[in-house]
């Protein structure tokens, strides 16, 4: 069983940056995509920015030249750099990643628990 963890969330000031980190507990035999998702209250969740395993990235209109996704494959481990950050990007990020445990299994969805990133003076 693959556990995503993540880290980095919190609380900083208008303009200012943070970095999340998701790390998967166990293997993959391949890996789809990763990506960035966000959940605002009362909202659906949507795609804040993802990478596929040639490195190909796709990101939301909203935090386009500002987020960065990036990828270490040695550590399993997914980023999101975010700089310039503004009030509105205020919400729970979740970290998944599309891939398969076995080389017979589907590709399955994992996701990670939630960070909380407010974004407030």
């Known amino acids: 069983q693959v556990q995503l963890v993540e880290s980095g969330g919190g609380l900083v000031q208008p303009g200012g940056s943070l970095r999340l980190s998701c790390t998967a507990s166990?293997?993959?035999?391949?890996?789809?995509?990763s990506g960035w998702y966000v959940q605002a209250p009362g909202k659906q969740r949507e795609l804040v920015g993802s990478?596929?395993?040639?490195?190909?990235?796709n990101y939301a209109d909203s935090v386009k030249g500002r987020f960065t996704i990036s990828r270490d494959n040695a550590e399993n481990t997914v980023y999101l750099q975010m700089n310039n950050l503004k009030p509105e990007d205020t919400a729970v990020y979740y970290c998944?990643?599309?891939?398969?445990?076995?080389?017979?299994?589907?590709?399955?969805?994992?996701w990670g628990q939630g960070t909380q990133v407010t974004v407030s003076s």
């Open positions: 998944n990643i599309r891939g398969r445990i076995r080389a017979f299994m589907p590709p399955t969805d994992y």
């Open positions: 990478i596929t395993t040639d490195g190909r990235t």
């Open positions: 166990g293997r993959f035999f391949s890996i789809s995509s």
